[in-house]
């Protein structure tokens, strides 16, 4: 099975840094696309960044120059590093691996338990 745990979230004053990290664990060989979204209370959980296994990402427009998504596939890491942080990124981040491999096995659509960002105006 895969496992996706993060950490780094917390309470931030507007304008401020956090970096979110995401282990995978679970012998995995591979993961395609790495990626994190996030979710407020009574909306549909969005994408925010994501990250395939080559290096390129992709970005919601709404963090376009603030927020920086990087991986090391040696150590099935993600990570997000988000800059100049606004009150309406408060959310739950979410880490996901649309596609790992563990052994012979794929396991698709795979998430973390997500982790709680707040930031105060």
């Known amino acids: 099975q895969v496992q996706l745990v993060?950490?780094?979230g917390g309470l931030v004053q507007a304008g401020g840094s956090l970096r979110l990290s995401c282990a995978a664990s679970g012998n995995i060989l591979v993961i395609n696309v790495g990626g994190w979204y996030r979710q407020t209370p009574g909306k549909?959980?969005?994408l925010?960044?994501?990250?395939t296994s080559s290096g390129t990402t992709n970005y919601a427009d709404f963090v376009k120059g603030r927020f920086t998504i990087s991986r090391d596939n040696a150590k099935n890491t993600v990570s997000l590093q988000m800059n100049?942080?606004?009150?309406?990124?408060?959310?739950v981040y979410y880490c996901n691996a649309n596609e790992?491999?563990?052994g012979s096995r794929w396991y698709y659509n795979n998430w973390g338990?997500?982790?709680?960002?707040?930031?105060?105006?």
């Open 113 to 121: 338990q997500g982790t709680q960002v707040t930031v105060s105006s």
């Open 84 to 91: 100049s942080l606004k009150p309406e990124d408060t959310a």
């Open 100 to 102: 790992a491999k563990v």
């Open 6 to 8: 993060e950490s780094g």
């Open 48 to 51: 925010v960044a994501q990250i």
């Open 44 to 46: 549909q959980r969005e």
